[in-house]
T-cell receptor, first 115, second 113 residues
Protein backbone atom coordinates (compact mmCIF):
# COMPACT_ATOMS: atom_id res chain seq x y z
CA UNK A 1 0.00 0.00 0.00
CA UNK A 2 0.88 3.64 -0.16
CA UNK A 3 1.15 4.24 3.58
CA UNK A 4 2.19 2.53 6.79
CA UNK A 5 -0.27 -0.19 7.64
CA UNK A 6 -0.89 -1.46 11.16
CA UNK A 7 -2.99 -4.33 12.42
CA UNK A 8 -5.11 -4.91 14.31
CA UNK A 9 -6.58 -1.45 14.59
CA UNK A 10 -8.18 -2.42 17.89
CA UNK A 11 -7.32 -5.20 20.31
CA UNK A 12 -9.02 -6.00 23.59
CA UNK A 13 -7.30 -8.62 25.72
CA UNK A 14 -7.34 -9.96 29.23
CA UNK A 15 -4.59 -9.25 31.69
CA UNK A 16 -1.85 -11.86 31.45
CA UNK A 17 -2.40 -12.71 27.79
CA UNK A 18 0.20 -12.14 25.06
CA UNK A 19 -0.50 -9.84 22.11
CA UNK A 20 1.17 -9.26 18.77
CA UNK A 21 0.92 -6.02 16.85
CA UNK A 22 1.96 -5.82 13.22
CA UNK A 23 3.41 -3.00 11.15
CA UNK A 24 3.88 -2.98 7.39
CA UNK A 25 6.07 0.03 6.48
CA UNK A 26 6.17 1.95 3.25
CA UNK A 27 8.04 -0.02 0.62
CA UNK A 28 11.67 1.04 0.42
CA UNK A 29 11.76 2.67 3.85
CA UNK A 30 14.75 1.31 5.71
CA UNK A 31 13.95 2.82 9.10
CA UNK A 32 11.07 1.66 11.27
CA UNK A 33 9.98 2.98 14.66
CA UNK A 34 7.53 1.92 17.34
CA UNK A 35 6.03 4.51 19.66
CA UNK A 36 3.46 4.21 22.43
CA UNK A 37 0.82 6.85 23.07
CA UNK A 38 -0.99 6.60 26.38
CA UNK A 39 -4.19 8.55 26.88
CA UNK A 40 -3.41 12.22 27.38
CA UNK A 41 0.31 11.74 26.95
CA UNK A 42 2.86 12.29 24.25
CA UNK A 43 4.50 9.69 22.09
CA UNK A 44 6.90 7.46 23.95
CA UNK A 45 9.73 5.94 21.90
CA UNK A 46 9.96 2.16 22.14
CA UNK A 47 12.31 0.76 19.51
CA UNK A 48 14.03 1.68 16.24
CA UNK A 49 15.16 -0.53 13.36
CA UNK A 50 17.55 0.66 10.66
CA UNK A 51 18.34 -1.76 7.87
CA UNK A 52 20.46 -4.66 9.07
CA UNK A 53 21.91 -2.77 12.03
CA UNK A 54 21.19 -3.88 15.58
CA UNK A 55 17.93 -2.27 16.70
CA UNK A 56 17.86 0.47 19.30
CA UNK A 57 15.76 -1.10 22.06
CA UNK A 58 16.44 1.58 24.65
CA UNK A 59 12.80 2.62 24.91
CA UNK A 60 11.28 -0.77 25.65
CA UNK A 61 9.72 -0.41 29.14
CA UNK A 62 10.27 -3.99 30.33
CA UNK A 63 11.39 -7.42 29.20
CA UNK A 64 7.77 -8.24 28.47
CA UNK A 65 8.12 -6.11 25.35
CA UNK A 66 9.98 -7.30 22.27
CA UNK A 67 9.99 -6.51 18.58
CA UNK A 68 11.29 -8.10 15.44
CA UNK A 69 11.73 -6.98 11.89
CA UNK A 70 12.47 -9.17 8.92
CA UNK A 71 14.88 -7.35 6.63
CA UNK A 72 13.33 -4.07 5.59
CA UNK A 73 9.75 -5.28 5.72
CA UNK A 74 7.16 -6.15 8.30
CA UNK A 75 7.74 -5.66 12.01
CA UNK A 76 5.96 -7.30 14.93
CA UNK A 77 5.74 -5.84 18.43
CA UNK A 78 4.99 -8.50 21.05
CA UNK A 79 3.80 -7.81 24.57
CA UNK A 80 3.87 -10.80 26.89
CA UNK A 81 1.75 -11.19 30.02
CA UNK A 82 -0.08 -7.93 29.35
CA UNK A 83 -0.84 -5.57 32.21
CA UNK A 84 -3.48 -2.87 32.44
CA UNK A 85 -0.81 -0.17 32.19
CA UNK A 86 0.03 -1.51 28.72
CA UNK A 87 -3.26 -0.09 27.46
CA UNK A 88 -2.35 2.51 24.86
CA UNK A 89 -2.20 3.22 21.15
CA UNK A 90 0.89 1.69 19.61
CA UNK A 91 2.13 3.69 16.64
CA UNK A 92 4.47 2.51 13.95
CA UNK A 93 6.38 4.85 11.66
CA UNK A 94 8.81 4.41 8.82
CA UNK A 95 11.23 6.71 7.08
CA UNK A 96 13.52 6.73 4.13
CA UNK A 97 16.99 7.11 5.57
CA UNK A 98 19.54 8.97 3.56
CA UNK A 99 17.20 11.64 2.25
CA UNK A 100 18.00 13.96 5.14
CA UNK A 101 14.33 14.86 5.52
CA UNK A 102 13.77 13.55 9.01
CA UNK A 103 10.15 12.90 8.11
CA UNK A 104 8.48 9.95 9.77
CA UNK A 105 5.40 8.47 8.14
CA UNK A 106 3.01 7.12 10.75
CA UNK A 107 0.38 4.45 10.63
CA UNK A 108 -3.00 4.95 12.26
CA UNK A 109 -1.99 2.87 15.24
CA UNK A 110 -3.16 -0.20 17.09
CA UNK A 111 -5.32 0.57 20.10
CA UNK A 112 -4.68 -1.97 22.86
CA UNK A 113 -7.05 -2.32 25.79
CA UNK A 114 -6.07 -4.66 28.60
CA UNK A 115 -8.96 -5.60 30.88
CA UNK B 1 18.89 14.25 27.01
CA UNK B 2 16.45 15.83 24.64
CA UNK B 3 13.06 16.95 25.91
CA UNK B 4 10.11 18.89 24.59
CA UNK B 5 7.55 20.88 26.54
CA UNK B 6 4.19 21.90 25.20
CA UNK B 7 2.71 23.92 28.06
CA UNK B 8 -0.84 24.13 26.70
CA UNK B 9 -2.89 20.94 26.91
CA UNK B 10 -5.97 22.46 25.26
CA UNK B 11 -6.49 25.63 23.27
CA UNK B 12 -9.78 26.95 21.89
CA UNK B 13 -9.69 29.43 19.03
CA UNK B 14 -12.52 31.03 17.10
CA UNK B 15 -12.66 30.22 13.42
CA UNK B 16 -10.82 32.92 11.50
CA UNK B 17 -8.72 33.98 14.47
CA UNK B 18 -4.96 33.62 14.65
CA UNK B 19 -3.26 30.72 16.39
CA UNK B 20 0.00 30.21 18.23
CA UNK B 21 0.96 26.88 19.81
CA UNK B 22 3.95 26.93 22.10
CA UNK B 23 6.87 24.52 22.09
CA UNK B 24 10.04 24.65 24.16
CA UNK B 25 12.86 22.17 23.79
CA UNK B 26 15.93 21.16 25.68
CA UNK B 27 18.90 19.99 23.66
CA UNK B 28 22.59 20.72 23.95
CA UNK B 29 23.43 20.97 20.27
CA UNK B 30 21.59 22.40 17.30
CA UNK B 31 18.25 20.64 17.26
CA UNK B 32 16.18 19.43 14.43
CA UNK B 33 12.61 20.49 15.16
CA UNK B 34 9.31 19.25 13.85
CA UNK B 35 5.59 19.87 14.17
CA UNK B 36 3.20 17.00 13.51
CA UNK B 37 -0.60 17.03 13.44
CA UNK B 38 -2.85 14.14 14.43
CA UNK B 39 -6.39 14.43 13.15
CA UNK B 40 -9.14 12.15 14.50
CA UNK B 41 -8.88 8.68 12.98
CA UNK B 42 -5.68 9.51 11.12
CA UNK B 43 -2.00 8.99 11.62
CA UNK B 44 0.39 11.77 12.48
CA UNK B 45 1.31 14.00 9.56
CA UNK B 46 4.32 16.26 9.28
CA UNK B 47 3.40 19.96 9.14
CA UNK B 48 6.87 21.45 8.93
CA UNK B 49 10.45 21.03 10.03
CA UNK B 50 13.51 23.09 10.89
CA UNK B 51 17.04 21.88 10.27
CA UNK B 52 19.11 25.01 9.70
CA UNK B 53 19.10 28.31 7.86
CA UNK B 54 16.09 30.60 7.86
CA UNK B 55 14.53 30.50 11.30
CA UNK B 56 11.02 31.04 9.94
CA UNK B 57 9.81 27.91 8.21
CA UNK B 58 6.70 27.43 6.18
CA UNK B 59 4.67 24.26 6.21
CA UNK B 60 1.57 22.74 4.76
CA UNK B 61 -1.97 23.97 5.36
CA UNK B 62 -0.83 27.56 5.90
CA UNK B 63 1.17 26.87 9.06
CA UNK B 64 4.52 28.40 9.92
CA UNK B 65 6.93 28.13 12.83
CA UNK B 66 9.79 30.24 14.09
CA UNK B 67 12.94 28.86 15.68
CA UNK B 68 14.26 31.10 18.45
CA UNK B 69 17.49 29.75 19.82
CA UNK B 70 17.68 32.31 22.62
CA UNK B 71 14.32 31.16 23.94
CA UNK B 72 14.71 27.46 23.03
CA UNK B 73 11.36 27.73 21.34
CA UNK B 74 9.74 26.60 18.13
CA UNK B 75 6.20 27.99 18.22
CA UNK B 76 3.65 27.09 15.58
CA UNK B 77 1.47 29.82 14.07
CA UNK B 78 -1.36 30.26 11.65
CA UNK B 79 -2.90 33.64 10.78
CA UNK B 80 -6.46 32.39 10.30
CA UNK B 81 -7.73 29.11 11.70
CA UNK B 82 -10.22 26.92 9.85
CA UNK B 83 -12.60 24.46 11.51
CA UNK B 84 -10.69 21.62 9.81
CA UNK B 85 -7.58 22.56 11.82
CA UNK B 86 -9.14 21.05 14.95
CA UNK B 87 -6.70 18.29 15.87
CA UNK B 88 -3.86 17.43 18.21
CA UNK B 89 -0.50 19.02 17.51
CA UNK B 90 2.83 17.57 18.56
CA UNK B 91 6.20 19.24 18.64
CA UNK B 92 9.25 17.00 18.34
CA UNK B 93 13.00 17.34 18.54
CA UNK B 94 15.58 15.15 16.87
CA UNK B 95 19.28 14.90 16.39
CA UNK B 96 21.75 13.89 13.74
CA UNK B 97 20.41 10.84 11.99
CA UNK B 98 16.87 11.64 13.15
CA UNK B 99 16.83 8.61 15.38
CA UNK B 100 14.36 8.61 18.23
CA UNK B 101 12.40 11.76 17.71
CA UNK B 102 11.34 12.98 21.15
CA UNK B 103 7.78 14.25 21.20
CA UNK B 104 5.97 16.65 23.47
CA UNK B 105 2.70 15.74 25.17
CA UNK B 106 0.68 17.51 22.51
CA UNK B 107 -1.78 20.41 22.38
CA UNK B 108 -5.37 19.75 21.46
CA UNK B 109 -6.81 22.54 19.33
CA UNK B 110 -10.53 23.18 19.41
CA UNK B 111 -12.07 25.57 16.88
CA UNK B 112 -15.26 27.35 17.83
CA UNK B 113 -17.73 28.76 15.27
Amino acid sequence: GAGVSQSPSNKVTEKGKDVELRCDPISGHTALYWYRQRLGQGLEFLIYFQGNSAPDKSGLPSDRFSAERTGESVSTLTIQRTQQEDSAVYLCASSLEGTNTGELFFGEGSRLTVL
Amino acid sequence: AQSVTQPDIHITVSEGASLELRCNYSYGATPYLFWYVQSPGQGLQLLLKYFSGDTLVQGIKGFEAEFKRSQSSFNLRKPSVHWSDAAEYFCAVGSTGFQKLVFGTGTRLLVSP
